[in-house]
């Protein structure tokens, strides 16, 4: 078989499948014994490569004109030495500005990610904040807080 993967054998009943940054992760109990893993494996073998193609498909990496969504289009983003003032947006400290690209400042081209991240978040709030808002108007309701967060794991699926 040409797939690598880590196993990890624990205190188990079943044999457990998943990717987790382009890596096949296999979980299985103690008493299994490597061929009937690898039988396991090859019986499965269409649902990991399709799942690893889907990864590698994905996969961002956060170089110059990559495109990202956001509020539904796709944007490039881009790297500048200076980006004071871009359009009507003052930005004295910023690290990225969005003007039908998102841009951020070539000194931190290394942690766009992050930068990124921060954007979509601040964004997010702001956006479901003022629709929150509208909605508890129209439908009288009251709320105690909206909150962001990045999920590390979603349950359920």
Known sequence: MNI??????????SLKIFIKDGEVIVKAPNF?????????????????????????K???EFIEEEKFLFMG???????????ETIGDKKNDNER???DNAFIVNEKYKYKAKEILI???KKEAKEYISKRVEELSKKYDLTYNLIK??????????
């Open 73 to 83: 289009k796709e944007y490039p983003l881009k790297f500048l030495k200076e980006i």
């Open 96 to 98: 990225v500005v969005f």
């Open 4 to 13: 690598e993967y880590k196993l990890y054998k624990e205190r188990r009943k």
């Open 118 to 120: 921060g954007f979509y």
């Open 32 to 56: 299994l014994f490597k061929n009937e893993i690898e039988d396991f494996l090859k019986k499965h073998l269409d649902w990991i490569e399709k799942r690893l193609k889907e990864y590698k």
């Open 148 to 157: 962001i967060n990045s999920t590390k794991r979603r349950w359920g699926l």
């Open 58 to 60: 994905n996969k961002k």
